[in-house]
């Protein structure tokens, strides 16, 4: 956890995910193109410097989540990679703003959706390819969803997605398709695998259903919940009683902004509220940072909490669904104290 | 607001709120009849001993807020009654379940939505009948949304929707059709004045635009979010430093229930939580109290707020709508202290 003590995660550290091998190693920027089609008027073939000096330059720092963060702690057990809470990730991501590309394509009357597909392709024709979509009314203005070739300021490590990914700020990272090669607008709604039966969660305000139970209706993973992490000192570290430290973190949601985070040494019944660092946009990792002292020798739990513009925070009690997504549960660091 | 020290709102306490006149004032059970009719296979026509023989009574104690409860608050100004924090109530309904009695008419396949007509009727053409519907998904199965015919445990005021009214938990009170007449199943969505263009909210999560602008899209309100109120002592009451008093209130939200109340005296660095009174059910008020010492003579400043079961809370600014709805911000009370 040591990287997410700062806001924004270094290229090198973030986490990496693929659905299907084998995955590109490299690729040719002289013959790499972004294809851009389906239910438009001008079907574009934009080589990386058209990218870059057709459209202006958007720059938008955000945070990359798996939809399976932490999905190792649900209880009972899910299946899935066995994440603990590393599949996240900050950084500024530069590149041009997919509407910008969609204009200079000519978006048709009747277009509902727009499908992503990049370069990793299955090695066997039963691995159905990871194309995924979005609903046209979601990204037509955003200019917040871009295709990014710049990652904290440098090209996008080949395993981050070179050499342009998608970016869907708030949303998990299943959307942020990377090695983009097609970007296809389509006329009726996209339900291949990656989006049905793939990564959908109970149809309901929690996206939860009993443990154990199966939801009656699903719809796709969309907007992150809010979430927030104790990361300095690290967990079983050994602090002395009587004497202050430093309490640091991180907090993030799906874009409305972290406007608290909360802290309690004594599991719950009284919170303080911290200090919140520098604001990065509503996207980003928020750092916070809280001045604190171990009251007496034992063992201590420092748990905290997080609180979004819109007064969302986070449960008591873990949420359960199938997949074991959306965890935001209250999460807590032990410390024994000498 | 005294009504609100106790979980269970007395009928003669009940808000009542009509949007169309003349109102009806009284109603003739020998000659009242539920007609259910539309894309059914056995179109009904129930008398109120049908209603309570024919169908197992069910009970659910839910809160009926008016969407534009607190409206009064709202800044800059919105249209409508500018209440403030009066317009709700928490009762014990007693009645048939809808889905038994869509059950006995036969929904027909194809069918999508379900609409509720009462007998307040408009006094000039020119002013919509009040028909409101409710999507057919959302009510088949749910044991929860009821055709009323009791309220804490006598028959249902006139005022409050004698013989019969529908009981939607969780969702405001739009849908509590009053002296319900006519359920008729529709196969296309109804969209007459009441569903739209009226009581409609920004299409986001938090039902919000910046103060003074217009949302782009918006969808019928539903469901209830999280509030909470000190009740005791009355706002202004004068209270003594150093001298303990027992703080009261009450927290609701749209069915998940409340798992916590916290209160601040500190103007939100510090929280506390607080007791919680008898769970009456997820859609009821939640009781509680807490004992607080105003610690020093001058204004007190006391701040209230609750978390659900999936963790969502109140926002520490009030979020605006064109509509004034939806209205959770974080509400405090002042005392003077002597």
């Given at each position: 956890?040591?990287?997410?003590?700062?806001?924004?995660?270094?290229?090198?550290?973030?986490?990496?995910?693929?659905?299907?091998?084998?995955?590109?190693?490299?690729?040719?920027?002289?013959?790499?193109?972004?294809?851009?089609?389906?239910?438009?008027?001008?079907?574009?073939?934009?080589?990386?410097?058209?990218?870059?000096?057709?459209?202006?330059?958007?720059?938008?720092?955000?945070?990359?989540?798996?939809?399976?963060?932490?999905?190792?702690?649900?209880?009972?057990?899910?299946?899935?990679?066995?994440?603990?809470?590393?599949?996240?990730?900050?950084?500024?991501?530069?590149?041009?703003?997919?509407?910008?590309?969609?204009?200079?394509?000519?978006?048709?009357?009747?277009?509902?959706?727009?499908?992503?597909?990049?370069?990793?392709?299955?090695?066997?024709?039963?691995?159905?390819?990871?194309?995924?979509?979005?609903?046209?009314?979601?990204?037509?203005?955003?200019?917040?969803?871009?295709?990014?070739?710049?990652?904290?300021?440098?090209?996008?490590?080949?395993?981050?997605?070179?050499?342009?990914?998608?970016?869907?700020?708030g949303?998990?990272?299943?959307?942020?398709?990377?090695?983009?090669?097609?970007?296809?607008?389509?006329?009726?709604?996209?339900?291949?695998?990656?989006?049905?039966?793939?990564?959908?969660?109970?149809?309901?305000?929690?996206?939860?259903?009993?443990?154990?139970?199966?939801?009656?209706?699903?719809?796709?993973?969309?907007?992150?919940?809010v979430?927030?992490?104790?990361?300095?000192?690290?967990?079983?570290?050994?602090?002395?009683?009587?004497?202050?430290?430093?309490?640091?973190?991180?907090a993030f949601d799906g874009g409305y902004g972290i406007r608290e985070?909360?802290?309690?040494?004594?599991?719950?019944?009284?919170?303080?509220?911290?200090?919140l660092?520098?604001d990065l946009g509503p996207y980003a990792?928020r750092?916070?940072?809280?001045?604190?002292?171990?009251?007496?020798?034992?063992?201590?739990?420092?748990?905290?909490?997080a609180f979004n513009r819109i007064?969302e925070?986070?449960?008591?009690?873990?949420?359960?669904?199938?997949?074991?997504?959306?965890?935001?549960?209250?999460?807590?660091?032990?410390?024994?104290?000498?």
């Amino acid at each position: 956890m040591k990287w997410f003590e700062r806001a924004i995660t270094p290229n090198e550290a973030f986490f990496v995910r693929y659905h299907v091998f084998p995955i590109p190693t490299q690729v040719d920027l002289a013959t790499w193109r972004l294809r851009v089609g389906g239910h438009v008027d001008r079907p574009l073939e934009l080589s990386m410097d058209e990218l870059k000096t057709r459209f202006p330059a958007a720059a938008v720092t955000a945070v990359n989540q798996c939809s399976g963060n932490s999905r190792g702690r649900f209880s009972p057990r899910v299946l899935g990679g066995q994440w603990g809470d590393g599949a996240m990730g900050n950084a500024e991501w530069v590149g041009c703003r997919l509407k910008d590309v969609l204009a200079a394509a000519g978006v048709r009357q009747g277009a509902v959706e727009v499908t992503f597909d990049g370069l990793d392709k299955p090695a066997f024709p039963s691995v159905p390819d990871l194309v995924k979509s979005l609903a046209l009314a979601r990204v037509l203005d955003d200019p917040n969803v871009i295709v990014a070739y710049q990652m904290n300021g440098a090209p996008l490590p080949m395993l981050n997605g070179f050499p342009a990914r998608l970016v869907v700020p708030g949303w998990y990272a299943t959307y942020w398709v990377k090695n983009l090669s097609d970007i296809t607008v389509a006329d009726k709604p996209f339900e291949r695998f990656w989006m049905k039966p793939a990564y959908r969660i109970p149809d309901n305000p929690c996206g939860c259903v009993e443990p154990g139970t199966a939801p009656k209706a699903t719809v796709p993973i969309h907007r992150m919940n809010v979430r927030s992490f104790l990361v300095s000192p690290e967990p079983g570290a050994r602090l002395a009683a009587g004497r202050p430290v430093t309490l640091k973190g991180i907090a993030f949601d799906g874009g409305y902004g972290i406007r608290e985070v909360e802290v309690s040494d004594d599991g719950g019944s009284t919170w303080r509220r911290v200090s919140l660092g520098r604001d990065l946009g509503p996207y980003a990792f928020r750092e916070w940072s809280a001045a604190w002292t171990p009251p007496r020798a034992g063992a201590a739990r420092v748990m905290v909490r997080a609180f979004n513009r819109i007064g969302e925070s986070q449960g008591t009690e873990p949420l359960w669904n199938p997949a074991g997504y959306l965890r935001n549960v209250i999460e807590s660091v032990e410390y024994p104290v000498g």
